[in-house]
């Protein structure tokens, strides 16, 4: 059974800093999606990661793939408070390769950025 | 652009009503999928369709019928509301494929069950 962990739950920091979330699975995949959620609205893709050794960045986020060792990370650089949202990580529970739309979410990270 | 539109955004029922939610994508896409989120545990897949005609139960299927007649349609049947599916529903939608195949949420509808 895939299971998808992501930590810290909440993160609460300040303008200007760095900091990064992580996202552990449990079995094989080849895709893993980012996505942001803002309180009370639907979820907005952010990356989709392929490969091993994947790499994406969008502005202050950047995000990171490393099959061998099952992990993802989102890498905040220099916080500002527009990014204060929910991040989730989610893994397509397919074991064939390719998009099922089948996904597997993490519990999410409340990211709050103080001014 | 209309992409993947849900109807009700906001229900209350009480016990042992029943009722469905509509979920609509007008983006061609074939896979088309149930969430629900409930605080401090993410969103966990209801069910899933490949295609019309074609569903299969995800990881909390108990409560909750499908049916896919049409491409664009998914709708969700709750026969008999329980409070334990008080919850925020959000439909998906996607293509299959190798490549850059993201999946796409509507807005949510928000059930409550008394």
């Not at chain 1, 994406?56 to 990014?83: C, N, P, Y």
Request: glycine share 8%.
């Amino acid at each position: 059974e895939l299971k998808v962990e992501q930590n810290p739950l909440f993160l609460s920091m300040q303008e200007g800093k760095n900091y990064t979330i992580y996202c552990n699975y449990s079995t094989t995949s080849d895709r893993l999606y980012w996505y942001r959620q803002d309180p009370g609205k639907s979820l907005e893709s952010l990356f989709v990661l392929l490969s091993n050794g994947a790499v994406k960045q969008e502005g202050r986020l950047m995000a990171s793939l490393d099959t061998k060792a099952r992990l993802s990370t989102l890498h905040i650089t220099a916080a500002v408070h527009d990014l204060s949202a929910t991040y989730f990580c989610a893994v397509d529970s397919s074991l064939r390769g390719g998009a099922t739309n089948k996904l597997i979410f993490g519990t999410g990270t409340l990211l709050a950025v103080q001014p | 652009n209309a992409g993947v539109t849900q109807t009700p955004k906001f229900q209350v029922l009480k016990t042992g009503q029943s009722m469905t939610l509509q979920c609509a994508q007008d983006m061609n896409h074939e896979y088309m999928s149930w969430y629900r989120q409930d605080p401090g545990m993410g969103l966990r897949l209801i069910h899933y369709s490949v295609g019309a005609g074609i569903t299969d139960q995800g990881e909390v299927p108990n409560g909750y019928n499908v049916s896919r007649s049409t491409t664009e349609d998914f709708p969700l049947r709750l026969l008999s509301a329980a409070p334990s599916q008080t919850s925020v529903y959000f439909c998906a939608s996607s293509s299959p494929g190798q490549g850059v195949t993201e999946a796409f949420f509507g807005q949510g509808t928000r059930l409550t069950v008394v």
